[in-house]
């Protein structure tokens, strides 16, 4: 696998728990940015779309 290029979330601050994601040709991998050699979590592009919007729709706001 070449060299990931994981992202955090521009809304992201030192005091929230955040996660960091990779762009990969068949989906995303997402992490954990405070544990970041720890497990990854690997979704489709299906599931990352859906994912996007629902975030999108506000489904997840606090």
């Known amino acids: ?3 990931l290029v ?12 955040c996660v960091e994601v990779a762009l990969v040709s068949d989906g ?5 940015s405070k544990a970041p050699e720890e497990a990854r979590v690997a ?3 299906d599931q990352w779309r859906r994912f996007l919007a629902q975030v999108s ?3 997840y706001d606090v």
């Open 1 to 3: 696998m070449s060299e």
């Open 6 to 17: 994981w992202r955090k979330s521009s809304r992201s601050g030192s005091r929230h728990n």
């Open 28 to 32: 995303a991998l997402v992490r954990d």
């Open 43 to 45: 979704v489709s592009v």
């Open 57 to 59: 729709a506000g489904r």
